[in-house]
T-cell receptor, first 115, second 109 residues
């Protein structure tokens, strides 16, 4: 398996532009997570899905952020409009949740810079 | 006070030394994860545990539920172990993880 695939690896955009980050989880995994990592705050969960349904989006900073999972093999995180404070590394991760918790598999991350 | 506290924040060791990284948490948890973040930024899940001890190669993770404390040990450390080690906990049946700030480990040859 290729692992969790994120695109793009790097994104540089100007303030006010729309940004879309993409994630393909590992086939067969039924949980998908979006995390953000900054120097100041470390890793934070933004939102997670279970069987394509959003379960907890309490970490989404504000209405400018939205996430979708239209099917089991694809998810997007959109920021519109983007702001410089959104600059961070965004990680997608997936796991196969059975009766308990399972190991997380992370993508390589998207380095976002908003100028 | 953060829900998850790690110590030390930074750790420098010589190759071959035994390493211990500590994680304390303040709430009841369902599971605790140890993650490794390489200098290039990639994150790998090392362990997920809810009780006792787990071992993988030179890495050992332990957890004491009563004391709300976990340790990650590295035996015979090697420069390739240099990374940031992050502790994270989930609670209440949720898959939402709360992360520690990480411990930056540098192993010198």
């Amino acid at each position: 398996d290729a692992g969790v695939i994120q695109s793009p690896r790097h994104e540089v955009t100007e303030m006010g532009q729309e940004v879309t980050l993409r994630c393909k989880p590992i086939s067969g995994h039924n949980s998908l997570f979006w995390y953000r990592q900054t120097m100041m705050r470390g890793l934070e969960l933004l939102i997670y899905f279970n069987n394509n349904v959003p379960i907890d989006d309490s970490g989404m900073p504000e209405d400018r952020f939205s996430a979708k999972m239209p099917n089991a093999s694809f998810s997007t995180l959109k920021i519109q409009p983007s702001e410089p404070r959104d600059s961070a590394v965004y990680f997608c991760a997936s796991s196969s949740r059975g009766k308990g918790f399972e190991k997380l598999f992370f993508g390589s991350g998207t380095q976002l810079s908003v100028l | 006070k953060n829900e998850v506290e790690q110590s030390p924040q930074n750790l420098t060791a010589q190759e071959g030394e035994f390493i211990t990284i500590n994680c304390s948490y303040s709430v009841g948890i369902s599971a605790l994860h140890w993650l490794q973040q390489h200098p290039g930024g990639g994150i790998v899940s090392l362990f997920m545990l809810s009780s006792g001890k787990k071992k993988h190669g030179r890495l050992i993770a332990t957890i004491n539920i009563q004391e709300k404390h976990s340790s990650l040990h590295i035996t015979a450390s090697h420069p390739r172990d240099s990374a940031v080690y992050i502790c994270a906990v989930s609670r209440g049946g949720s898959e939402k993880l709360v992360f520690g700030k990480g411990t930056k480990l540098t192993v010198n040859p």
